[in-house]
Structure formats: C-alpha cells, structure tokens
C-alpha cells in the first residue's frame, strides 16, 4: 500500500564535492536519489523514511556515458539499463552484461534505472550484479577522501548491503578488456517474465588452444550476496573443456550455494537449479569464445 511520502529536505549539489559534504553532514539520514526506481517506492510504502535526499543528477562530473577507454570500458554512474542494453560497444565486447539486461522484461524500469543504482539496492537477484562479476568489473566511489576502485565482488556485504561509506558515491562502472577468444552467457528462472530471478547466472571463459585459460562464474539469488563459484572455475581452469567437464563445474557450483526457502522457491529447487543454470552459461559461454 501506498502512503503520503513522510516530509523530507531535498539537496541538488552541483558537484560531487557538495554532494559528498551533504552526505556526511546528513549521515544515515540521507539517501541518494539517481533514478528512483527502488527508492521512491521504498519510501512510498513507508519501508524508509530519509530525512534528506541528495540528487546526484545536477551534478556535472556524472555523466551518463557509455564509452571505450584505453584499459576497456566505462559506465558512466548516470546510464540508464536501457542505454546499456542498446550500446552497441556493450553488445560487442561485453556480451553477458548485454544478455542479463535483456532479460530484464519491463521497458519502463530499463528506461529510468541505472546500472549504478541497480547495484547499490544490493540484492542478491540483480541481474546486473553476476554479469559484472563474470567481467571482473570494478567501482568507482569518491568521497571526502578521495576516490577508490571497489573490486565488484568485494562491493556487498549482505542482503541490502555493500562496503560504501555513508558519503560516498559511485560515479563509475570499469570494464577491463577482455583477451581474445573470450565467450560469455548469462541465464535465470523467474516465474513469469516480469518476475525477479528465483536463481540466476553468468559465466565467462577465455580458451586458448582448446584449453580454458581463464573463468569466471557467478550465481545470484542463492546466499545474502551473489557469490562467485570458484570451486567450479577451478574445475575448468587449465583443462580441456568437454561436456563432462562442463557437469562437473555446475555439480561443484549446486554444492557451493546456501539457498534459503522463500515465497519464490524452495531452497532445494534452488539449489537443483543452480547446477542446471550453471551448466547452459558455460555452454552459452564456450560457443561464444569462437575456440
């Protein structure tokens, strides 16, 4: 149910340091509002109620721009999933993340979310979220301090939570570039199509000679955080890659998950699943390497 939003004051900083300095003066009680896809409904049924929100879309040193740089590529923090989805820069060398956003159903919310933002909500069902693990993107959040670079699969700590300070903002997905020979395939279950994933996930291979010399596989959906399958990647990793190998991967990547049971699932099917959707990514994903 919907309710009168709770009166709150409302900042359009001009650049990123009078952003960060609202932030910390406004500590816990403030919220960033990018898109407001998920906040302004969270507010709206009283789920939070911020004392303060800071717009970040006045400020001139975030951008919305989708671009190659000399190490890959980059986000800018403003894109929408829409514009990402269409980049044809996207679609031709970073392929996963262009699938994940793809079959995400609803025009509308592709339109005005953002990727950053997406990210940030720190559920473990993004979509988002596996495609960038797979392609080991990195984060960009400044604040008071200056500016980092957050590995992404050291960007959340829980359902609803990640390593960003209270006044910090992300004003940058990177990409780095991916080697030759290097396929990626993402997938999901839902219920119906505008459904959030009861499991879903994204794998990327890099082959050489036959040999698969890098992996990279993420599942979400199954624990707090969406979570990288190492021990399946070890078993592909400097081997041959067949089918058997290939069932051994996702057998290794069923057993690694910690699924709960909620009004979407079971955590049984969940984890039944996982192998399943493990298995068709890396297929998807050894076609595409064009090895």
Same mark, same amino acid.
């Given at each position: 149910?919907?309710?009168?939003?709770?009166?709150?004051?409302?900042?359009?900083?001009?650049?990123?340091?009078?952003?960060?300095?609202?932030?910390?003066?406004?500590?816990?009680?403030?919220?960033?509002?990018?898109?407001?896809?998920?906040?302004?409904?969270?507010?709206?049924?009283?789920?939070?109620?911020?004392?303060?929100?800071?717009?970040?879309?006045?400020?001139?040193?975030?951008?919305?721009?989708?671009?190659?740089?000399?190490?890959?590529?980059?986000?800018?923090?403003?894109?929408?999933?829409?514009?990402?989805?269409?980049?044809?820069?996207?679609?031709?060398?970073?392929?996963?993340?262009?699938?994940?956003?793809?079959?995400?159903?609803?025009?509308?919310?592709?339109?005005?979310?953002?990727?950053?933002?997406?990210?940030?909500?720190?559920?473990?069902?993004?979509?988002?979220?596996?495609?960038?693990?797979?392609?080991?993107?990195?984060?960009?959040?400044?604040?008071?301090?200056?500016?980092?670079?957050?590995?992404?699969?050291?960007?959340?700590?829980?359902?609803?939570? +990640?390593?960003?300070?209270?006044?910090?903002?992300?004003?940058?997905?990177?990409?780095?570039?991916?080697?030759?020979?290097?396929?990626?395939?993402?997938?999901?279950?839902?219920?119906?199509?505008?459904?959030?994933?009861?499991?879903?996930?994204?794998?990327?291979?890099?082959?050489?000679?036959?040999?698969?010399?890098?992996?990279?596989?993420?599942?979400?959906?199954?624990?707090?955080?969406?979570?990288?399958?190492?021990?399946?990647?070890?078993?592909?990793?400097?081997?041959?890659?067949?089918?058997?190998?290939?069932?051994?991967?996702?057998?290794?990547?069923?057993?690694?998950?910690?699924?709960?049971?909620?009004?979407?699932?079971?955590?049984?099917?969940?984890?039944?699943?996982?192998?399943?959707?493990?298995?068709?990514?890396?297929?998807?994903?050894?076609?595409? +390497?064009?090895?």
């Amino acid at each position: 149910m919907f309710r009168t939003l709770k009166p709150f004051e409302y900042l359009e900083p001009k650049s990123l340091e009078e952003a960060t300095g609202a932030l910390s003066k406004c500590g816990t009680e403030a919220k960033v509002y990018a898109a407001g896809v998920d906040l302004v409904p969270r507010m709206r049924k009283r789920i939070i109620a911020p004392k303060c929100i800071v717009n970040l879309q006045r400020i001139d040193e975030m951008d919305d721009v989708i671009a190659s740089n000399k190490d890959g590529a980059r986000i800018g923090a403003l894109a929408s999933l829409r514009s990402i989805e269409l980049s044809a820069l996207i679609k031709e060398r970073y392929f996963v993340l262009h699938e994940a956003i793809a079959s995400i159903a609803s025009i509308q919310v592709k339109t005005q979310g953002t990727a950053v933002g997406n990210l940030c909500v720190a559920t473990p069902a993004s979509d988002v979220a596996p495609a960038l693990f797979v392609l080991d993107a990195k984060i960009k959040a400044v604040g008071p301090s200056g500016e980092r670079l957050i590995p992404i699969d050291e960007f959340y700590l829980g359902v609803g939570k +990640t390593v960003l300070g209270p006044n910090e903002i992300i004003t940058e997905i990177l990409l780095p570039k991916a080697p030759a020979n290097t396929g990626g395939g993402f997938a999901k279950l839902v219920r119906t199509v505008s459904d959030i994933a009861k499991v879903n996930a994204a794998a990327e291979l890099t082959m050489e000679k036959g040999v698969c010399k890098e992996v990279r596989i993420a599942v979400g959906s199954v624990a707090p955080t969406v979570l990288r399958m190492k021990k399946a990647e070890d078993v592909l990793r400097g081997n041959k890659i067949d089918q058997n190998l290939i069932e051994k991967a996702a057998s290794a990547a069923a057993d690694a998950v910690k699924p709960i049971t909620d009004i979407r699932s079971t955590a049984e099917y969940r984890k039944d699943t996982t192998k399943v959707l493990v298995k068709r990514v890396l297929e998807k994903a050894l076609e595409r +390497t064009k090895a």
